[in-house]
């Protein structure tokens, strides 16, 4: 019984934490433009997420290595040096976007300035990732984030014509007034908001906090292969939400509040409580993920002693890159830059960086000199090359598109 609590639990926090302010912003920015025609990038996004974490997770497990001991041993000093300055920027960039975020959110339940919240929520972020157990702190924010699956009920509350949003998402095509590049750009924004690097980072290196081994890899596939594809159900519900309200009434996603929008028209003051309280959730738990991911990464890479099992004071630098990370955040949004527009430039520059970290954890999942028997099997490694060309494809077009579009303009 245990053990099956301990994995309904892992589910259910996959569910919650899979959804953060790159997933939010994108998914209704998309629905309101395209409706569900791009539909079929989140579920690319979901199956190739799956993939990753489930590799990370078993390398992690297996070798007892997180993802940047790995690089710097696969790729040397010079080259991993290299890659961890590309990820901890793009880690940099979604942790602001993502403290942004919960500003955001406060703001929708105070009317208070977000300028004002930002050092509050990065404090609130610090404090925690300071005093709260690892496990109690993935959990809580996990399972608040379930509030988000009010945009699934308010999308049954608002009665749509389900055979419409049924025919924009099995058979996609470019609406009228939207050029091809804008679509693939908006395409490629969606695959980074769903595979954002820091999440396998944070995967990785959470296995090594909690422990796991050989025998947790059974209930580590549940987890990922079950939460995360529900997870993306919500990001679907997120865009049909926008599809439905503010794609007839032609308006363009540019703040929180109409995000949350299709949900009060559905649900009323209580629907727009709980979307604010998963809101909160969501960004709350990713910016604690992103912060950890700051020094998950310079940490492992330097040799340093890392993570939330040791104490703070056995741990001093891997704790002070988090705090330099944070005040970076502050500092950035306190120049007043919007943080839905930095939030659609890390989904994509996410997209860019994914092959820094996909290449070395794909290689090592198939070395037999660090997993054993427990190396990739001819499906998953059929899957991974077919997601290594996707990931590729994506990383290269990202930034093209990006100048061509006017950043989807």
């Known amino acids: 019984m245990k053990k099956l609590l301990g994995v309904a639990l892992g589910v259910l926090t996959a569910i919650g934490g899979f959804l953060d302010i790159g997933d939010l912003v994108t998914n209704a920015v998309v629905g309101s433009r395209f409706g569900l025609s791009l539909a079929w990038v989140v579920v690319v996004g979901v199956i190739g997420i799956c993939v990753f974490a489930q590799m990370s997770g078993r390398v992690a497990a297996v070798s007892g290595r997180a993802t940047f001991e790995i690089i710097r041993e696969r790729l040397g000093p010079r080259v991993g040096g290299a890659n961890l300055v590309a990820s901890f920027l793009i880690n940099l960039l979604t942790l602001t976007a993502e403290i942004g975020g919960i500003a955001l959110a406060l703001q929708l339940a105070s009317d208070i300035q977000p300028k004002l919240w930002i050092p509050v929520a990065a404090f609130a972020v610090w404090l925690v990732l300071w005093r709260v157990k690892f496990q109690v702190m993935e959990n809580v924010t996990g399972l608040l984030g379930l509030c988000l699956v009010v945009f699934a009920v308010a999308l049954f509350l608002l009665g749509p014509d389900w055979s419409e949003l049924a025919s924009q998402a099995l058979t996609p095509a ?8 804008v679509y693939w ?10 595979m954002t690097p820091y999440e396998v980072f944070f995967f990785s290196s959470g296995a090594v906090e909690e ?3 050989v025998k947790d890899l059974g209930q580590s ?25 503010l794609l007839p009434a032609g308006i363009d996603v540019s703040s929180l509040s109409q ?3 299709p949900v009060a028209e559905a649900g009323g003051k209580l629907a727009l409580v709980i979307v604010i309280l998963g809101i909160f959730a969501a960004t709350f738990g990713a910016a604690l993920e992103t912060s950890l991911s700051s020094g998950y990464t ?9 993570g939330k099992f040791r104490k703070p004071a056995q741990a001093a630098r891997f704790h002070l890159t988090m705090i330099i990370a944070l005040l970076i955040a502050i500092g950035v949004l306190l120049t007043g830059v919007d943080p839905v527009a930095v939030t659609e430039y890390s989904v994509v520059f996410s997209a860019v960086a994914l092959p820094l970290t996909y290449i070395p954890i794909l290689l090592v999942a198939n070395d037999p000199g660090y997993m054993g028997k427990h190396v990739n099997g001819r499906v998953t490694n ?4 077919v997601y290594l060309v996707i990931i ?3 990383s290269l077009a990202a930034i093209p598109l990006m100048i061509i579009t006017g950043a989807g303009a």
């Open 392 to 394: 590729m494809v994506a």
């Open 259 to 261: 995000v949350v929008l």
């Open 221 to 245: 596939r549940i987890n990922v292969l079950i939460g995360f594809p529900l997870g993306g159900l919500l990001s679907i519900a997120i865009a049909a939400c926008a599809a439905v309200v």
């Open 174 to 181: 470019i609406p009228g007034g939207e050029g091809s590049a």
């Open 382 to 385: 059929a899957v991974a090359m």
């Open 185 to 194: 750009y908006y395409a490629v924004a969606l695959f980074g908001a769903a």
């Open 211 to 213: 422990g796991w081994s």
């Open 298 to 306: 310079v940490a492992q890479f330097f040799g340093w002693s890392w």
